[in-house]
């Protein structure tokens, strides 16, 4: 499904890049985030808030989100499974839409990217990636197969015990803030949404149990 994604992605793009003018631009109209509809018009605008997602700036940033949701979207699909996977992205995109909006509800500058879906399965690599027992590259299971045998996660009480996963917690959340605060001086010209990106991750991060198979399997074991 991750591949599977990044080729619809990849094939938006290409329709904006190279695609009539005026149909590029209807489909970013249409479609982009822009929050200031959201909160005047509301109603059908709210779903601009899922189908950002599949809306970039340029090639760089398609490229860009298209490696991280391989790198960090792969052991979550083969964790949760394909449909909860894609549910779990959908919330995570909506999440942090929500957030952006909550901080922003007047921004007339169109917000587009899968990035904050993305930092959603990052909030959920905090959750199992560093836990003793979790593997990232297993074998991928059959469709009647749960992940593995046992729930190899880490409970939001006992997050803080884990010294790996909190130093890769603190170390993301820091890099995002001065990619918002100070972004020329990461080299970076245009605006980026921060904001999403810390409302998906979050997202991941509280509610990775509930799309969690794995963890959902051994509790009906017991």
Known sequence: ???ALIVVLAATQLVIAYGPTEFSNWLLTTFAFIPERVTLEGGAEYATMLTYFFLHGDWTHLIVNALALAAFGTP?????????????LAASAFAGALLFLALHP?????????????????GAI?????????RLADKRP??????????????????????????????WLAVNVL???????????????????????????LFFSFFDRAGRHALSSQ
């Open 179 to 205: 990619l918002g605060v100070f972004p020329q001086a990461v080299g970076v010209s245009n605006a980026i949404a921060w904001e999403a990106h810390v409302g998906g991750f979050l997202f991941g991060l």
């Open 76 to 88: 979550v699909e083969r964790r949760f499974g394909s449909a909860r996977y894609l549910l779990f």
């Open 1 to 3: 499904m991750t591949k």
């Open 126 to 134: 905090v959750r199992f990636a560093f836990t003793p027992g979790a």
């Open 106 to 122: 007047y921004e007339i500058a169109p917000v587009v990217g899968a990035s904050g879906a993305i930092s959603g399965t990052m």
């Open 142 to 171: 059959s469709p009647r197969t749960p992940y593995d045998e046992e729930s190899h996660s880490t409970s939001l009480s006992q997050l803080h015990l884990n010294r790996q996963a909190m130093f890769f917690l603190l170390a």
